[in-house]
């Protein structure tokens, strides 16, 4: 846990979830701010032009939890609201006259006075769809650091309509004068960092373009990451690796140069630093590592300088850069003549087939960053997956589509030139006191060309310098067409059809010698005349 | 041979077309040995003899484009072209076939070389939501041997 941050009520409940699981039935989060608050900014509105509860939340800093609700609103029809009461109060909200209220729930589990305001709007104009199930309720535990103080907010979601309005938000966030939020276990199937995708994905295409869908059903399995790992170099205690300040890195340097780390080091080691594995920068907030206090040890010595150890289980930690969503601009063959450029902080750019992420009039495409990050090397892996409303995988579900290697490490040069002169003065004292063996492997360290620890790449380093947000570059072409273009030349077909069908009307231009002329009472050069005419292009009534 | 004037309004490539009769049906003599496709009528001259440039002959159940007209003495001779579209329009639209193109029956997502493109793109940029990497909140990282 990182030192600048105080110990607060939701930065427990962070770390404490974060490390703990699933939250479970007991898993109360105590609230003891005082403030109420009404937030009329932006961060809460907007989010209905985006897709997915991560979305509502883009200014919100990394620390934040969101919990999912899985209560589901039924009975809902298209102008017809609030036909079923809803008990959803249990898990913090409650249902009823339209709109959502937060409720804060007792330990007891009894509810207390819910926040009575304008709660989310569910009025139909929300609500275009006619459907059995309308969507999720979503909670979201913020913890806002720009602020100024360190106090729990809770926002709400809903996701009402998914095509036209994939979520809404309140505009409001609140913290409790007192009480718990309760979370129910059995309610909340799903939480992590950053709006971690749920995997929601009710929308399914609409099939209006036309066209045989044919009867090749191609079998697809939907590919998911695998749980990170949680064995490695440190778990193994052969390593420590400490999760440090600038200030305990400095007080450990001015140990690591002192007499007594010298005199007890060198009856061990030839080279002291061979001790220092590792050390660099990585550039991500210290909190995304779970660890806990401990004093700095390099070998079996105690440095005495107070740091935090990262825990055996987070060499791996994954950073979810959330869904980046592509909308369609044409709705048409054009939207798939985009160049989707992806570019990757730390590894670079790659290109991405528009097929996989376009989106269409239906629902948005979408791409989906995470990274997978060991901290021992900095090394990750970015993992990006995709999908598109286009995609017969629709229904099934999204595709891992890229995986790139990087090093975001940027090493800090213990062993190198900045350092040799200190280390040098320090071989003055230790010549006093070291055997001539012992000396004889500080001589040859001394003269080997001095050399930085090769613990990350150049990548890190230039990386540092270069943008460090996922996005994508759309290069979308540009269609101009006349305004009676359709009518005049139609649009591509290739549909077998009868004539006589109440869509086919205005300009009809016959693929080639499918038109049979069957029954019609005229010569055959007359039908000749017809099929020539039908081939290049007829109109069937002129306005 | 009975026969209507009208005034055609269409385009040749339009099956049904819009024509409006010009006076009353007219009885005309068919040039003797003539072509059903490209018939030769012979019409008394009236006041409306030159007010109409289409004719549905009703004995050969046909539209006629008029291609020319020649006067001679108290008559005008008049060159036709049939119309197979507008006089087989009702049996031509019960076919099926192949649509190439369309005006509302179409397939978007088929690549259309006709739909003209201009030669720059537009460019667009967009961020994910999340910023994790910040170059401003760093993590040191130090491992030792041991522990």
Redesign the interface.
């Known amino acids: 846990m990182s030192e600048s941050h105080p110990q607060s009520i939701s930065t427990d409940a962070y770390y404490t979830l974060l490390s703990s699981g699933m939250p479970t039935a007991s898993g109360n989060i105590p609230v003891t701010e005082t403030t109420f608050h009404s937030e009329s900014g932006s961060n809460w509105q907007g989010a209905s032009s985006?897709n997915g509860a991560?979305?509502g939340?883009?200014d919100l800093t990394?620390s934040q939890i969101l919990f999912k609700f899985s209560k589901t609103i039924t009975g809902y029809t298209n102008n017809n609201l609030g036909t079923t009461t809803l008990d959803i109060a249990g898990v913090g909200v409650s249902y009823h006259d339209n709109e959502v209220h937060l409720c804060p729930v007792a330990p007891d589990g009894t509810l207390m006075t819910a926040y009575e305001g304008t709660a989310l709007d569910l009025t139909p104009s929300y609500c275009s769809l006619a459907a059995a199930t309308i969507g999720k309720l979503y909670l979201c535990v913020t913890y806002l650091e720009q602020l100024g103080g360190y106090c729990p907010y809770l926002g709400m979601g809903v996701e009402v309509d998914q095509i036209n309005h994939p979520l809404q938000y309140t505009k409001d966030t609140y913290t409790f004068s007192q009480g718990y939020f309760n979370l129910v276990g059995n309610d909340i199937f799903e939480y992590g960092l950053?709006?971690k995708y749920w995997n929601d994905k009710e929308v399914a295409p609409q099939n209006d373009?036309?066209?045989g869908g044919g009867g090749f059903n191609p079998t697809d399995e939907q590919l998911t990451m695998p749980s990170l790992p949680t064995d490695g170099a440190i778990s193994t205690?052969?390593?420590?690796?400490?999760?440090?300040?600038?200030s305990?890195?400095q007080s450990?340097s001015q140990y690591l140069w002192s007499n007594s780390f010298f005199d007890n080091i060198l009856k061990n080691f030839s080279s002291p630093l061979?001790?220092?594995?590792?050390?660099?920068?990585?550039?991500?907030?210290?909190r995304?590592?779970a660890s806990h206090a401990e004093n700095?040890?390099?070998?079996?010595l105690s440095s005495g300088v107070s740091?935090h150890?990262?825990n055996d289980n987070q060499q791996y930690i994954e950073?979810?850069?959330?869904?980046?969503?592509?909308a369609h601009?044409y709705?048409?063959?054009?939207d798939?003549?985009t160049?989707v450029t992806l570019f990757l902080?730390?590894a670079g750019y790659t290109e991405i087939d528009v097929s996989d992420c376009m989106g269409n009039k239906s629902a948005s495409g979408w791409l989906h960053?995470t990274?997978r990050l060991d901290?021992?090397t900095?090394d990750f892996i970015a993992v990006v997956e995709a999908d598109s409303p286009?995609s017969k995988h629709w229904d099934v579900g999204y595709h891992i589509i890229e995986q790139k290697s990087g090093n975001?490490?940027s090493p800090?040069p213990i062993s190198a030139t900045n350092y040799m002169s200190v280390f040098t003065s320090a071989i003055g004292a230790v010549g006093q006191f070291a055997s001539s063996n012992i000396l004889g492997g500080v001589s040859t360290l001394m003269q080997t060309k001095p050399q930085y620890g090769k613990t990350g790449n150049i990548g890190g380093n230039v990386g540092?310098l270069g943008y460090?947000?996922?996005?994508?570059?759309?290069?979308?072409?540009?269609?101009?067409?006349p305004d009676t273009?359709?009518?005049k030349?139609?649009?591509?077909?290739?549909?077998?059809?009868?004539?006589?069908?109440s869509?086919?009307?205005?300009?009809?231009?016959?693929?080639?010698d499918?038109?049979?002329?069957?029954?019609?009472?005229?010569?055959q050069?007359?039908l000749e005349?017809?099929k020539d005419?039908?081939?290049?292009?007829?109109?069937?009534?002129?306005p | 041979m009975v026969c209507k004037l009208y005034d055609n309004k269409s385009k040749s490539n339009v099956i049904h077309k819009d024509i409006t009769q010009v006076g009353n049906d007219k009885t005309v003599i068919l040039k003797y040995e003539t072509d059903i496709i490209n018939p030769t009528i012979y019409l008394s001259v009236d006041s409306n003899s030159l007010k109409f440039n289409y004719v549905y002959l009703e004995d050969l159940r046909r539209y006629y484009y008029v291609t020319g007209i020649t006067t001679s003495h108290e008559r005008i001779i008049v060159e036709l072209a049939v119309d197979v579209l507008m006089s087989f329009a009702n049996e031509i639209m019960l076919n099926d076939c192949i649509l190439e193109r369309q005006e509302n029956v179409y397939n978007i997502y088929q690549h259309d070389d006709e739909v003209p493109q201009l030669m720059y793109d537009d460019v667009y940029t967009i961020g994910a939501p999340n910023d994790l990497i910040d170059t401003n909140n760093t993590t040191f990282i130090l491992a030792t041997a041991g522990g």
Do not use: Q, W
């Open positions: 985006l991560i979305c939340i883009g990394h950053f709006g373009e036309g066209g205690h052969l390593v420590s690796v400490y999760n440090c300040t600038a305990e890195l450990f061979e001790n220092i594995v590792t050390c660099h920068t990585l550039p991500i907030d210290s995304l590592i700095i040890a390099v070998g079996n740091s150890r990262v950073l979810d850069f959330g869904k980046i969503n592509i601009m709705n048409s063959f054009a798939l003549d160049r902080p730390y960053i990274y901290i021992l900095g286009l975001m490490a800090i540092r460090t947000k996922p996005y994508v570059i759309l290069h979308r072409p540009v269609y101009k067409t273009f359709n009518h030349c139609g649009v591509i077909s290739n549909i077998y059809c009868n004539l006589n069908d869509n086919v009307t205005g300009f009809i231009k016959v693929k080639k499918t038109f049979k002329g069957a029954n019609i009472p005229c010569t050069t007359e005349m017809i005419l039908m081939e290049s292009g007829v109109v069937t009534n002129e």
